[in-house]
């Protein structure tokens, strides 16, 4: 239950900032940091299941605990799922990651407009 729990808890929190659906956008390259995001979730990962295996066992050696501790990971779960569909009514989709332009202008000409809110979202993502 735990660990179904702890899972549960993770994906809710993954899905927060992420407003894509799976395979529809294509792949650019020299846009990821594949190594460096590898090295900090290990990182990261070992000191939280650390600590998570010592809370884990406490708990189940009294039975009182180990209920605390599933009602508050089911909390977890809960207040992650309602903010990611809190989330999800307010943003937009996107569908395609567009390239950043190889000429960008300053927008200070007369026939130029300036850029809007769409083009710094996708260039900042």
Request: include cysteine.
């Amino acid at each position: 239950m735990v660990l179904a729990l702890w899972g549960l808890t993770l994906v809710e929190l993954s899905l927060l900032t992420f407003r894509k659906i799976p395979f529809t956008c294509s792949y650019l390259p020299g846009r990821s940091n594949v190594n460096r995001a590898f090295w900090l979730c290990i990182l990261v990962m070992v000191i939280l299941l650390t600590g998570g295996a010592i809370v884990e066992q406490n708990a189940l050696e009294r039975p009182r605990s180990y209920v605390m501790l599933l009602l508050a990971l089911a909390g977890a779960v809960y207040v992650a799922r309602r903010r990611a569909n809190e989330r999800a009514k307010h943003e937009v989709m996107v569908f395609e990651q567009e390239p950043i332009p190889a000429i960008i202008t300053l927008g200070l000409g007369p026939y130029s407009e300036p850029p809007s809110a769409a083009d710094n979202r996708t260039s900042a993502s």
